[in-house]
């Protein structure tokens, strides 16, 4: 059940390097990543991602929100307290700063990974 950890400095600094084009990558992978750790077979990577174009952004809102409630049920799953990260990532991807909401489900999808 594991998962690469990824440096999220890097992964911010290839986001912006490359125009967003690492950032497509990530997603991909921050939604696969996340299915792996809470068990379940949900929408992979890249048909998160198809939803999101297709929907202009719309979809992509909403699987802030999943994120959140999954990496919650992980936290939840492991004995650790959970919090209001469905409501933090959706805030985060509302006022257009998803890069931050990617980066704070890195880093729990890395603190979760060991």
């Known amino acids: 059940m594991g998962i690469q950890k990824r440096d999220i400095v890097k ?6 390097i490359t125009c967003g084009i690492y950032g497509i990558y ?13 068990g379940e077979q949900g929408t992979n990577g890249v048909t998160a991602l198809i939803f999101t174009i297709v929907t ?3 979809y992509g809102i909403y699987w802030a929100y999943k994120q959140g409630v999954k990496i919650e049920s992980i936290r ?16 985060l991807e509302l006022v257009g ?6 980066a704070l489900m890195q880093n729990e999808l890395n603190t979760l990974s060991e």
Do not use: E, H, M, R
């Open 56 to 58: 202009c952004g719309i």
């Open 97 to 102: 700063v998803g890069i931050v909401a990617y």
């Open 11 to 16: 992964c911010i600094i290839f986001t912006i």
């Open 76 to 91: 939840a799953a492991k004995g650790l307290p959970s919090g209001s990260l469905p409501i933090l990532y959706l805030v």
């Open 26 to 38: 990530w997603f991909v992978k921050i939604t696969d990543d996340t299915n792996t750790l809470a």
